[in-house]
């Protein structure tokens, strides 16, 4: 219950952060950082599983999820939902939301379905380092695809 507490309480006060930093950092500079921080939260646990040598392994395992929350809350969570409303022509704005919602409901799906199988197949450091690396590629997504939108008018980002 303490670990489900601690969860929802750093997630809260991330997803604040968040909503605080957006509009004077910038989305991208955001994304940066935080897909960096979940990558490193990601990497910690595949380590602290790959060694299991550690008596205080639980707590180590928290901590590293908690690392991954806060950025995930930061980034992910609230940041991605505006770029994909700011990035969508206002002709079929609505439709354009619609398409990336689905999209994302449908990777939340399949990872969820899949996600125990693959940790039971190649087991859980080798799926938490997969997930590191997966942050790290969300990175360069983000470099090469991802447009910077603080401070642009929507008018001007479509015209972009």
Sequence with gaps: MLSTLTVCLVNVLS????IILVDKV????????CFTIMAIGMALLSLILYTRT????Q??????????VAGFAMSAGPIIWI??????Q??????????????NWLANMLLGTFFLTILSKI?????FSLLALA?????????????????????????N
């Design 135 to 159: 942050n790290i590629a969300f990175i360069f997504f983000t470099i090469f695809v991802i447009p910077e939108t603080k401070g642009i008018s929507l008018e001007q980002i479509e015209k």
């Design 83 to 88: 770029i994909c409303a700011e990035i969508q």
């Design 90 to 103: 206002v002709y079929g704005r609505g439709f354009g939301i619609s398409c990336s919602t689905i999209a």
């Design 59 to 68: 707590f180590l395992s928290i901590f590293s999820l908690l690392i991954f």
């Design 26 to 33: 910038g989305r991208k500079p955001i994304l940066y950082f």
């Design 15 to 18: 997803t604040i952060v968040a």
């Design 123 to 127: 087991g859980g450091p080798l799926t």
């Design 54 to 57: 550690l008596h205080f392994i």
